[in-house]
């Protein structure tokens, strides 16, 4: 398990060009065979989760992260595990992160080096009293069926919740390893932002997003040493595109009944 803090300076540079580069975005309404069409997960009618409308993500100058995940969390594949996304985001957001990732972990698979999710999280320290929780993935739960799965995930962010009843938690969905999207990747991803939803929290879809794609594939995944992980440069991606996700919700509109929306104060 890699289990980190790392603290960096301001670099306000780096974070102008994500921003930029967020902003100047443009989603083109074409075929991409990389994105699965939706997948009707298997979902009783007591299980529907209602969405509730997340508030516009507010966070501290210097704001205190932990970062919680698995094998991607870890920075596998990175020439260094502490060049890997989780530890750069301390750089990004010019705060202090915590990372525990461990690799082969899952809400239902036990990882590694490590238990479960529900396990790991059962074992986090309250003192550690973070401003904001990003929770990363799971691909590994992929051979794991859909069986215990929603109720793994509700039980493990339950206890999140309590531990940290301060902490701003955004969840960070799985992201491609390998083109195409496998279905159950794209399962994963519905049901976590099916279930954050019904919470008021953040979901990041990197799978949605489209953060991987064929032309970028080979540039931020390492196929062959890396075990189709993220390499050193993919990290960085990762960092940065996690960065400009969390300034986007920070900047979402809030949206009041009957469906008017206004904008956070600046």
Request: charge should be negative; avoid cysteine.
């Amino acid at each position: 398990m890699a289990l980190g803090r790392t603290r960096r300076g301001a670099r306000a540079t780096a974070i102008f060009v994500v921003l930029v580069a967020a902003t100047t975005a443009v989603v083109l309404g074409v075929w991409r065979p990389w994105i699965p069409a939706p997948i009707e997960s298997p979902v009783l009618a007591s299980e529907e989760v209602i969405a509730v409308a997340p508030a516009p993500l507010v966070l501290p100058e210097h704001p205190r992260v932990l970062v919680f995940g698995d094998s991607w969390t870890y920075g596998s594949a990175a020439s260094d595990p502490t060049l890997g996304y989780a530890y750069l985001l301390a750089d990004l957001l010019d705060g202090e992160t915590t990372v525990n990732g461990v690799r082969g972990s899952g809400y239902l698979k036990p990882g590694l080096d490590g238990p479960t999710f529900g396990e790991r999280i059962a074992a986090l320290d309250p003192a550690l009293d973070p401003d904001l929780v990003i929770i990363q993935g799971s691909i590994n739960d992929r051979a794991s069926g859909v069986a215990g799965y929603r109720e793994a995930v509700t039980a493990s962010w339950d206890a999140l919740a309590a531990t940290y009843p301060e902490a701003t938690i955004v969840v960070l969905g799985p992201a491609p390893h390998e083109l195409p999207v496998g279905d159950a990747t794209a399962r994963i991803d519905q049901d976590l932002a099916a279930l954050a939803g019904g919470r008021g929290w953040w979901y990041i879809s990197p799978v949605q997003e489209e953060w991987i794609t064929e032309q970028n594939y080979l540039a931020v995944i390492d196929v062959d040493l890396g075990n189709r992980h993220p390499s050193t440069d993919g990290h960085r991606y990762l960092a940065e595109k996690v960065t400009a996700a969390l300034a986007e919700r920070a900047t979402a509109p809030v949206t009041e009944a009957g469906g008017a929306e206004i904008s956070p104060e600046r």
